[in-house]
Nanobody
């Protein structure tokens, strides 16, 4: 499956953005999806995951209550709604997919990755 993330940009602290990740080349509903992010000089970290049907979600503590992951299997797209953004949310955000493992927070467990979209939050 091929993934393409978009929707990043520059926003002030307290603002919001909605990221999208469009999938192609596979049966989207067979993949559990996740978002990761990587800030300059830091390792890529888990943000959120959503199960195949969308019935289960998982969040990093740092974004819980502010970010919402969702998916539309008819549109082959996963979303990340980011509210109350903070400067520390600044990073390149990546979407990832895997057919087997649910709920992993580890990059090595995901077989497919999008190219990343930059999110910059100014203070």
């Amino acid at each position: 499956v091929q993934l393409q993330a978009f929707g990043g940009g520059l926003v002030q602290a307290g603002g919001f953005l909605r990221l999208s990740c469009a999938a192609s080349g596979g049966i989207f509903s067979r993949y559990q999806m996740a978002w990761f992010r990587q800030a300059p000089g830091k390792e890529r970290e888990f943000v959120a995951a959503i199960s195949w049907s969308g019935g289960n979600t998982l969040y990093a503590d740092s974004v819980k209550g502010r970010f919402t992951i969702s998916r539309d299997n008819a549109e082959n797209t996963v979303y990340l709604q980011m509210n109350s953004l903070k400067p520390e949310d600044t990073a390149v955000y990546y979407c990832a997919a895997d057919r087997v493992i649910w709920g992993s927070r580890t990059t090595r467990d995901y077989d497919y990755w999008g190219q990343g979209t930059q999110v910059t939050v100014s203070s």
